[in-house]
């Protein structure tokens, strides 16, 4: 496919873009808010089509402290604010802005920076596209450079702006529309700069029309850049040429100053999820949210809907690690969801790096975050966690052996943290005053308890003792399936409804009981259309503590022969839980409880004739 793109899109190409050092005015290094930063980023990772610069940044500092850089608030600038290991909040300043719009932020080791850009509309050579801004550790500004003449109108359009390091070089990957060609139009696409952080100086960029053997993505709606072995490593949502998932592998020794390859030694292109579709369709129906390299592999987590011919008319996106083998470049597509067409669908999800062999993926669903472990080559290796609360374009970060991210709803800031050694334990922390108010010091934060999100477990009894609860709402994903509390309670008095199977199996055993939490929670119910529609099921083996299976719970199953009942408390079979199952299914029951249990089983809930109680 990639091959065919490039005869498509051979185009005459400029490989001398004008590199300028701008001359950046003074302003002042910071000020105070004169009212409350308001504005949200509750969610704000998810994207349908194209994506836009993340505008929400945690960084962990050599004391122990959090750094919080929030930008897209009401008041013109750049929101800094420092946090204790605790959260309580201790400084709070306004960074003023540069160029007008907001592109990204960056945390190295020589310094802060921050890029930001504007528009060009007017095509001139003389206006400064892109900017981007040094300061020291304590946010004192250092200097600037700048790119101008480099065939852009709107900077970081359609797309991010996400950065790396190599030595003293920065590089830096994002979009740009560009100026109108023949057609008359002004095409999107992906734009990439190298600069000395040193001398504050852009010293290689690329920004014109090409193909992917220079790194070149035409229509590209997200974008991410990694640095291995002093070379570039992207991954682009391409749209047009290519459209796919695609990743870029640089020839360039980017420690010299340069990245761009030439003809004779030019980029390896690895596609890693084709979308359906025609090129310039703009709607792919997935989207990417994280990129990470392993020890084995490069990785990437996304969501997408199933890509066939019906893609365009699909809602319901399925979470998925695309992973490239670095020995073979072959590429294999772990999914982690597998929600059926119409049942809701799940936001872009994140990724976060625990070492070179373990990953944390995140994302969200009806008011509810999911993770889960995956290995280095992107296989799902641990339990799914649920819990109730949101994500944010805040990508997660790994401090003090934890995971932590923070949401931003104008007053409200919310920290969430997962314990490295236990992802059964996360906990949300709420700042009690002062959030977002500059220069203001807050002696306080206060951990929100009473629902399954706030429950710490690390004070939870591995055993699970009567002293412990687990709440209502609270789920988990094991290799036996998903469960959901539906009763509060201590050991062997909470109640859970199995709810889902990961995948598609020939036989599924519904348990008595299930741990969640480290609570042992009797499975009393099979939830509404928990197993609907699995075209590979044969037989379902029911615990002994099921006391009802839920409306549409097997319907759809044409190949469900067996339905083995172990319960002797089954007291409500609901409407079409058995319907379009297998004609000549058997259904094994307690002896004692044939003739109450044939009448549960009755047409409403799908049982014909040829079938045997």
């Excluded at 030439?262 to 292109?269: E, L, Y």
């Excluded at 083998?325 to 990724?351: C, F, H, I």
Aim: some cysteine; aromatic content about 8%.
């Amino acid at each position: 496919m990639l091959a065919k793109c490039f005869k498509k899109t051979l185009l005459p190409l400029c490989l001398s873009a004008v590199l300028t050092l701008g001359l950046c005015p003074n302003l002042p290094v910071r000020a105070a808010a004169p009212s409350t930063y308001t504005g949200s980023n509750i969610e704000a990772q998810t994207y349908l089509r194209w994506s836009k610069p993340v505008q929400s940044y945690l960084t962990a500092l050599a004391d122990g402290s959090l750094m919080r850089v929030q930008a897209g608030g009401t008041i013109p600038g750049i929101l800094v604010e420092f946090y204790d290991s605790s959260y309580r909040l201790t400084s709070s300043n306004i960074i003023p802005e540069e160029l007008p719009i907001f592109g990204g932020f960056y945390a190295g080791e020589k310094g802060y920076f921050l890029v930001t850009g504007q528009e060009n509309n007017g095509e001139s050579a003389a206006v400064p596209s892109f900017r981007i801004t040094k300061y020291d550790k304590k946010w004192n500004r250092l200097g600037c450079a700048e790119l101008k003449n480099c065939n852009t109108t709107v900077p970081f359009d359609a797309g991010s702006v996400r950065m790396d390091a190599c030595g003293k070089y920065l590089l830096i990957r994002t979009s740009h529309e560009m100026y109108r060609t023949s057609d008359g139009l002004n095409h999107q696409a992906n734009l990439t700069i190298e600069l000395d952080m040193d001398a504050l100086k852009i010293t290689d960029s690329y920004s014109d029309i090409g193909t992917y053997f220079v790194g070149y993505v035409s229509h590209s709606f997200n974008q991410f850049i990694k640095i291995e072995n002093n070379r570039i490593v992207s991954l682009d949502h391409g749209d047009t040429y290519p459209r796919s998932l695609v990743l870029l592998k640089y020839p360039t020794d980017v420690s010299t100053g340069n990245f761009r390859p030439s003809w004779f030694k030019c980029c390896t292109a690895i596609p890693m999820m084709e979308f359906a579709g025609e090129p310039g369709q703009n709607t792919t129906g997935a989207a990417v949210g994280g990129f990470e390299i392993s020890s084995s592999s490069y990785l990437a987590a996304g969501h997408s809907v199933k890509q066939d011919s019906r893609f365009l008319n699909r809602r319901t996106r399925n979470v998925f690690v695309a992973a490239a083998d670095k020995a073979t470049s072959r590429v294999s597509v772990n999914w982690l969801t597998s929600y059926e067409e119409g049942d809701g669908t799940t936001s872009t999800p994140q990724m976060v790096r625990l070492s070179d062999k373990e990953f944390v993926v995140l994302w969200s669903r009806e008011e509810h975050i999911y993770y889960t472990k995956v290995n280095d080559k992107g296989i799902r290796i641990s339990d799914i966690y649920t819990q109730t609360g949101h994500l944010s374009d805040c990508a997660p970060i790994l401090a003090n052996g934890k995971i932590l991210w923070y949401t931003w709803d104008d007053s409200k800031v919310q920290f969430f943290e997962i314990s490295q050694q236990d992802l059964s334990r996360c906990v949300m922390y709420t700042p009690e005053t002062g959030s977002n108010s500059a220069n203001t010091t807050d002696p306080s934060s206060k951990e929100t308890e009473g629902s399954d999100h706030r429950q710490d477990s690390s004070q939870q009894s591995p055993t699970g003792s009567n002293k412990t609860t687990v709440a209502k709402g609270t789920a988990v994903s094991t290799p036996k399936g998903t469960f959901k509390v539906t009763k509060t309670g201590g050991n062997q008095k909470a109640e859970a409804a199995f709810t889902a199977f990961a995948h598609s199996a020939k036989s599924v055993s519904i348990p008595a009981t299930v741990t969640i939490r480290g609570v042992s929670c009797k499975v009393t119910s099979i939830a509404p259309k928990a197993l609907r529609h699995d075209k590979k099921l044969t037989k379902v083996t029911i615990g002994k503590n099921v006391k009802v299976i839920g409306k549409d719970a097997f319907n759809g199953c044409k190949k469900l022969k067996t339905i083995l009942i172990k319960s002797s408390s089954l007291k409500k079979v609901e409407k079409n839980a058995i319907r379009g199952i297998s004609r000549k299914a058997v259904i094994r029951v307690p002896k004692k409880k044939r003739k109450a249990y044939k009448k549960l089983f009755k047409p409403s809930t799908g049982l014909k004739r040829t079938m045997k109680i």
